[in-house]
């Protein structure tokens, strides 16, 4: 059974300095925090902000081919959970044709938040999670850690980047 989330937010985990991205069922009943890298959250956070590139980025290069050739993205899902490492799928239809490709959990959520389509985690994954957690886990977005990325974002400049795109 496949669980509908939202990104709740970005964050940066204190102990590791990483940046994750948190999601949500509507319900408040699960909260998944996935760690990523810090291009995968620049990539994730800039259509949330509403930025574009002047030039596609390696996300929007992919839908752009998916719609060039008349094959739409209908979902993403996290499906998978092995040896602390998150699987994949981007859920596809072409045509009559339906088909699953195997992604990151960061190249998903950026292809999903650019096309506005649902983001489902595998309810095993979540139930696990809740265990290992035992109930004491909270993620909790406050004011200051939105004020970082932001901060983040602000700084980023089109103009300062070495090699254009």
């Known amino acids: 059974m496949m669980i509908k989330m ?10 590791t300095n990483m940046p994750l991205v948190i999601l949500k069922d509507k319900e408040d009943k699960y909260i ?3 760690w990523i890298g810090a291009l995968e959250a620049m990539a994730i956070s800039m259509p949330l ?3 574009t590139m002047p030039r596609p980025m390696t ?4 839908l752009d081919t998916l719609a060039k050739l008349e ?4 979902h993403v899902e996290i499906s998978e959970l092995k040896d602390s490492t998150y699987y994949a799928i981007l859920a596809m239809n072409h045509g009559d044709r339906k088909l699953r490709i195997d992604s ?6 950026a292809m999903a938040v650019r096309t506005k389509v649902p983001i489902l985690v595998n309810k095993e994954i979540l139930e696990t999670i809740m265990k290992e957690q035992d109930g004491d886990y909270q993620v909790v977005l406050n004011d200051e850690e939105g004020k970082k990325w932001a901060e983040i974002l602000e700084k980023y400049r089109l103009d300062d980047i070495k090699y254009k795109m």
């Open 6 to 15: 939202e990104i709740f937010g970005l964050a940066m985990d204190e102990k």
């Open 32 to 34: 998944l925090p996935i």
């Open 49 to 51: 902000k509403g930025m």
């Open 59 to 62: 996300h929007d290069l992919f």
């Open 71 to 74: 094959a739409e993205l209908v």
């Open 104 to 109: 990151r959990p960061s190249d998903a959520i």
